[in-house]
């Protein structure tokens, strides 16, 4: 048998031996039964050493591609080969995701989910990756993170809750997860098996809307008054729901569910065997008054599922929120996931936990709360100025997000390609409506987490013109 | 009305008198309809000034307790009070997850999933947690993380599949996720509108089975025979399968799939409309021969999803892990979770593209590698020395974890108890079978990724004791 090694080449001769030998099997040139050369006899007119054939051949054996038999030495096994391994596949390149194409660079965005950087911790935030991977080294193994969240940020989360919020929450509730939707995505998982009904307002956010139609549950609108949430169409709805609810910030109207309505709900979801999903997402970031208590603190029945993220109050990039699940439910939560890990890293719950714990997560909301109020009222005098009464602003006070509607004839779509032909990024409410046609006509999303506030009104008067221009 | 208010405690003024009201509001003292003092009149009063009383009543509307009119001041809206807010709701400590109960503690665990922190290169993976604070702080805006993963990363695990697998991908086939049951559920979820048939090895890694179980998959278990999975059963299949495997270092048994068998495999696939799910989770880890390549370099015609993960090579409660998905299957992917936004943190997935970048991911393969396989040595020495031909140890040669088959009558509970009674954990393969009665009798799993190698012996001798003493 021919056998050309390179003994200038840096591949060992061994892996040499191994790919020649797999070539001709797979080539076809060495068939089914065929015998490899004996390796005292390979080793010696090679000139190498027995043990470097047989490391190759020990290789060919691993993958099932020779036998070696008592007697016999060493034979091809019978490899089917309809399939010839190719290396003239063509791995063209195509672009990671389908860019938008756009003709003009966007040059100002009103996006609402981003975070500006200058406001981040990065010196707290630091310290405590600090004391989270110290704290790691000093461990003997490492494990998969517990379940349902590190102890020690479930402890904090919890405590935080309950001072802030006024949830009533131990420890033992709180799972901690990847973000918003994988919080949806447990409570999908949870309910799996139950009647797997699900209403929500209308308009909410769609990021929640799409996970439960993906998991198949019967999908109920139900319409958002200018006090949140409309309870007639609620109280007309078969037993054994799920609710979903933005009531302190809802959105993306903005608007607060009044006292009235929240007490109204949990004594429905009580009397018919329901569950409230409460979305707590930015109620830190509140202006006008002090943050509005959470729905959950008033009920007293255990039936509101809290939710709520630190991507708006910290970081988006950062992917972890949490559920603090009523006692009554931890048994569901436990059936479905006893046999999974956490999928939150050690490294950013431990970090967290001791950011909470450290008081420079509080600190740091206040810090944000200012910020973005400024913010918001630089946009506010900015529109007023420019759109005087030729458009309505609504959901100010809170978050980082107004609704404009314009007094003109022009669609969302119009509004935004307007927009975005001058480099300007507005956003639609469209998606975040069940049915779009029930979209208010002329109405855009503005937020203000990036926008920069120094030529603010420059970047509206252009907008009020690429507007007005017919 | 009386409303007391004490000046010298922490509590501004202006949440005192928003207590006191929504108290009297709750308790019924205040009813619907009923008015509030007006601002001027409470401030004279309480001798303080008339915008911290107009500021408490600001959240009271905010929050629906009262409404203010134009001339008829401050009035009390209509609250449902069958639900009275109590504060005597028992949170009674419970415990956080319910321990095991032991009576004796565990001196040695003979864990397989978890892994040796002294191994774990702190100094380098520091500098690429620092490299991506670093980088993450130069930017101004912090957005969610790229859906499918940031490219840096996806980047390089692309090249290093290439280079050390020889998986034929590039960067935009490659999805990040949080872990190999996320990425599972990833799959699950894309195929979740067609015929929903999975396939698996039984045995096989539970933790996978329990994903498709739970996304109400149609369950077939293929026997692992001497050299993996059987291929009669699979000939027989419905088309549209998914078919998972470990062809590298079959979990739990330890085989290889020789390449015979993933030649059949891949042509059924083609044939049947099916796609193969490589699971390549520990395959760096081989210490007999060189590691095996992937099945999915075999694969010309797109019908492998190949999966990896960080759990095993780099540390289990980092959460990261990926999928390479044949091109073919890039729109069903794009069409499910088009809506969602990526679930990895930014700051783990910028770092491990620096760490692998660097060169620092492959050296610590290597270095890795030596670690487990003296380990490996050792435990397989020290069996050898302390059990001799009364038990049959399979599965080595790689990975984290052997199997031991005793000849006794022991069953896997027993023998799993009595060592517990001593203070040592070893592990069943029980749960990994489709069917518990399928499972080998006296069988143990024996991890050494965390076990110390010095008192190895002792540790076995006091094992084949406890096992041996009727």
Redesign the interface.
């Given at each position: 048998m021919l056998i050309y090694i390179d003994k200038d080449t840096k591949a060992p001769i061994y892996?040499q031996i191994?790919t020649i030998l797999r070539q001709k099997i797979l080539s076809g040139s060495l068939k089914f039964a065929d015998k490899l050369p004996a390796t005292r006899k390979l080793a010696t007119e090679l000139s190498i050493g027995r043990n470097t054939v047989d490391?190759a051949y020990?290789?060919l054996i691993?993958?099932?591609?020779v036998t070696s038999k008592v007697g016999s030495g060493f034979t091809v096994?019978?490899?089917?080969?309809?399939?010839a391994?190719?290396d003239q596949?063509d791995?063209s390149?195509?672009?990671?995701?389908k860019a938008q194409s756009q003709s003009v660079s966007i040059r100002y965005d009103f996006?609402h989910?981003?975070?500006?950087?200058?406001i981040?911790p990065?010196k707290q935030?630091?310290k405590s990756?600090n004391y989270a991977?110290n704290l790691?080294?000093s461990?003997?193994?490492?494990?998969?993170?517990?379940?349902?969240g590190e102890?020690s940020l479930?402890q904090n989360i919890s405590s935080y809750l309950q001072r802030s919020r006024g949830v009533?929450?131990?420890?033992?509730q709180v799972i901690i997860t990847?973000?918003h939707?994988?919080s949806m995505e447990v409570i999908a998982?949870m309910f799996?098996h139950s009647s797997k009904r699900f209403a929500m307002e209308d308009p909410g956010y769609?990021?929640v809307r799409?996970v439960f139609q993906?998991h198949n549950y019967q999908l109920t609108p139900i319409p958002v008054e200018k006090?949140g949430v409309s309870i007639e169409p609620i109280k007309i709805l078969n037993t054994d729901h799920l609710l979903y609810l933005t009531p302190s910030h809802q959105f993306p109207t903005g608007v607060?569910?009044?006292?009235?309505?929240?007490?109204?709900l949990?004594?429905w979801a009580?009397n018919t065997n329901s569950y409230l999903i409460e979305d707590d997402y930015d109620s830190e970031l509140r202006y006008?008054?002090?943050p509005?208590?959470s729905l959950q603190s008033?009920d007293?029945?255990g039936r509101t599922i809290y939710t709520g993220t630190f991507?708006k109050s910290l970081?988006?990039?950062?992917?972890?929120a949490y559920i603090v699940l009523p006692d009554s439910l931890m048994d569901t939560y436990r059936r479905?996931y006893h046999?999974?890990?956490?999928?939150?890293?050690?490294?950013?719950q431990i970090a967290l936990a001791d950011f909470i714990a450290s008081g420079n997560y509080e600190k740091h909301i206040n810090r944000l709360r200012i910020f973005y109020r400024k913010r918001q009222n630089a946009l506010l005098t900015a529109l007023r100025e420019v759109f005087g009464n030729t458009a309505f602003i609504s959901g100010e006070g809170a978050g980082k997000h107004i609704l404009l509607t314009l007094k003109n004839s022009l669609s969302q779509d119009d509004l935004i390609k307007r927009a975005e032909n001058i480099g300007i990024r507005v956003y639609s409410t469209k998606e975040h409506y069940m049915n779009p046609i029930d979209c208010p006509h002329s109405q855009i999303l503005l937020g203000f987490?990036?926008i920069p506030t120094h030529d603010l009104k420059l970047v509206l008067e252009e907008l009020h013109h690429a507007w007005n221009n017919d």
């Open positions: 892996e191994y490391r020990q290789q691993a993958e099932g591609y096994n019978k490899i089917p080969i309809e399939f391994v190719s596949v791995f390149a195509h672009s990671l995701e996006a989910g981003a975070t500006d950087n200058s981040f990065y935030w630091r990756i991977l790691m080294e461990y003997s193994c490492i494990h998969y993170p517990s379940r349902q102890a479930r009533r929450c131990n420890a033992s990847c973000g939707q994988h998982n799996e769609d990021g799409i993906n006090d607060i569910l009044p006292i009235a309505k929240r007490r109204k949990i004594h009580f006008d008054t002090n509005i208590p008033l007293i029945h991507s970081s988006p990039s950062m992917r972890v479905y046999r999974y890990n956490s999928q939150v890293s050690a490294l950013h987490s990036i």
